[in-house]
């Protein structure tokens, strides 16, 4: 993978240096560039779509621009990994701010965990969601190779993902969090893979080493 690239999409939404040097410490030799620039996003090997925030803002940073477009062509062509907020905006919509329509990349929603939320043994946890939790893979993936089932990785949300259709991976808060969704070239993470340590990291290491699929799944639009 000596000569390859992955560009880190910067829009705005959170600051990506943790990003860009977890993928600095795992990428040996591949070349790492921030940018919202549309161009350089579509022509480097692979996408990393990060996230930090509220999606309504989201959305509004992506479509200024012109990026809701960009990742939607990068979901039909290489290898791209959405991360936490970047993971929500994947789907058809989001419960945040009273309701928001999403990129639509993936099928399923993003749900309020609501305020009265409680473990099986009936304590009653906060929301947000912050810290470690074990995460169970739910198909075998490349992303998760060399990654023991039910490691624990960081998380940092109040709304999750309800996507049946593509669960890679499942986290356990009161409500089953879809924590990692895949669908042909395109996985997704509610987690920080750049938080989480070693799994984390390794991750980061898998996805730089992945092989894109060949059959393109989603529709490119228009
Ligand atoms: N950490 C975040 O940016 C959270 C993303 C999203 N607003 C949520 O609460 O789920």
């Avoid at 000596?2 to 880190?8: F, I, K, L």
């Avoid at 009161?174 to 993470?189: D, I, K, P, R, T």
Wanted: glycine share 10%; net charge negative.
């Amino acid at each position: 993978m000596s000569s390859s690239s992955v560009a880190v999409v910067d829009y705005g939404m959170g600051n990506l240096h943790s990003v860009a040097s977890a993928l600095d410490k795992v990428g040996d030799g591949v070349k790492v560039i921030v940018t919202d620039c549309p161009d350089t996003i579509l022509s480097a090997d692979r996408v990393i779509f990060p996230g930090v925030g509220a999606i309504r803002d989201c959305m509004a940073e992506l479509k200024s621009r012109g990026l809701d477009e960009v990742i939607q062509e990068v979901a039909a062509q290489k290898p791209m990994l959405g991360i936490c907020l970047g993971m929500q905006a994947l789907l058809e919509n989001s419960e945040e701010n009273g309701g928001v329509e999403c990129l639509d990349i993936l099928p399923g929603a993003v749900k309020f965990f609501g305020n009265d939320l409680h473990d099986s043994a009936g304590t009653r946890l906060k929301v947000p969601h912050m810290g470690w939790n074990n995460v169970a893979h739910s198909i075998e993936h490349p992303l998760w190779e060399g990654i023991a089932n039910n490691s624990r990785f960081y998380f940092v949300h109040s709304y999750y993902v309800d996507a049946p259709d593509f669960v890679a991976g499942t986290a356990d808060y009161g409500v089953q969090v879809h924590a990692a969704l895949a669908c042909e070239n395109v996985f997704a993470v509610q987690f920080h893979p750049e938080k989480s340590g070693e799994a984390g990291l390794r991750l980061l290491r898998n996805f730089l080493n992945w092989d894109r699929p060949t059959a393109s799944f989603f529709p490119v639009s228009d």
